[in-house]
């Protein structure tokens, strides 16, 4: 069995779960994850014994190719979605049609309500991102390759890394690199920010020269078709201040302690506590605004959290970020992250670049 057909196996259970009969996924990112078919503009619905993918005729022969299986409804140019998704629907007449509360919009709920008078339609919560919250092994896999990919990017750049260099130039060059070992895409736009500009955590790149400061930091990661990684590595290139030794080592120190927290049964908020308390302690709570990570996989940004307040319990197969940072204005900011997935036993770190703050010096 496919994990498509598989996960869609998986999604009946929930669908009956909520009570309905069916449910019409609008988010382009749970069709992907349901069919494997990467095109936009597609719904799929899924029903207690099938599915159709609701798509354009842009995709037809993409489509004949690669998911012989699948039942397909071609919208031709002209044809509006609710058109092709009514006709769709007709066919199928649910009582109770779910909805994806966090997609669909009011708009559309209420021109299908006028059409199917006798549907009850319900809102669900995150039903396909309930399942897409623990990884199966294609997953994994395609999370291990984007983690090798990113620190193979990083390794080319950093060994030709110069003090003249901007923060621009080094974030198209690890887009390059990441390209050249096959990378699709960097998962978001590089963070590249040199000395003062690090505080700001979502820093854009900037014609700053690392020269110009003693440290520069790199939040970067790469798309390897569907899934992501995401790290984050600080390079010195200037003196080690003692205040830039103290931060980075209260930093690494929280890191580690939380990446060793990590196990299935912990809750989310027990092992952003573990970070956060190393921080408080040292005097830089108030300096670490943040929460301690996210999901990755078909997006960069997915469940679980790693933050106060999420009661979520870590299963085996869900991947996490683990990155800490302290940032004082006017200064800069340091944050070290890495990728982690939780296993049956504890847990494994994806990513692999040295971070002990000797690593990070640039030769000059
Ligand atoms: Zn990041
Ligand atoms: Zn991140």
Request: charged letters at 25%; hydrophobic letters at 40%; one cysteine or more.
């Amino acid at each position: 069995m496919s994990s498509f057909v598989g996960r869609r196996k998986k999604l009946r259970d929930l669908i009956r779960e909520a009570n309905a009969d069916a449910l019409l996924v609008t988010n382009f990112t749970n069709v992907t994850y349901l069919t494997g078919f990467t095109g936009d503009d597609s719904y799929l619905l899924v029903t207690l014994d099938g599915e159709t993918l609701i798509t354009d005729p842009r995709y037809t022969t993409q489509l004949e190719e690669e998911y012989p299986g699948l039942a397909l409804e071609i919208r031709e140019p002209g044809v509006k979605m609710l058109t092709a998704v009514v006709k769709v629907l007709t066919a199928v007449r649910p009582a109770r049609l779910g909805l994806e509360g966090n997609s669909a919009t009011i708009a559309f709920e209420r021109a299908l309500a006028k059409e199917f008078p006798k549907t009850e339609i319900v809102a669900t919560d995150g039903l396909v991102e309930r399942l897409r919250l623990v990884k199966d092994k294609t997953e994994v896999d395609a999370t291990r390759v984007a983690c090798t990919q990113a620190k193979r990017a990083y390794d080319v750049v950093r060994a030709s890394l110069t003090g003249s260099m901007t923060e621009l130039e080094v974030a198209a060059e690890l887009e390059y690199r990441a390209r050249r070992f096959g990378a699709t895409s960097l998962s978001f736009p590089a963070i590249v920010a040199t000395g003062p500009r690090s505080a700001l955590p979502h820093a854009r790149p900037t014609n700053r020269k690392l020269g110009e400061s003693d440290f520069t930091l790199i939040d970067w990661g790469v798309n390897s078709g569907l899934y992501m990684s995401d790290l984050t590595r600080i390079i010195v290139t200037g003196r080690i201040s003692p205040k830039l030794r103290k931060i980075y080592e209260i930093v690494l120190k929280a890191q580690l302690a939380a990446i060793d927290a990590i196990r299935p049964g912990r809750t989310c908020e027990q092992v952003d506590s573990v970070a956060r308390r190393i921080i408080t302690k040292a005097g830089y709570g108030k300096a670490f605004g943040h929460g301690l990570g996210h999901g990755t996989g078909l997006e960069i940004h997915e469940a679980p959290r790693l933050a106060v307040g999420q009661e979520t319990k870590l299963q085996p197969g869900m991947i996490v970020t683990v990155e800490p940072g302290i940032y004082v204005p006017g200064w800069g900011g340091v944050r070290i992250e890495d990728d982690v997935l939780v296993t049956r036993t504890g847990h494994e770190v994806l990513t692999d670049v040295p971070k002990q703050l000797e690593d990070c010096v640039l030769a000059s």
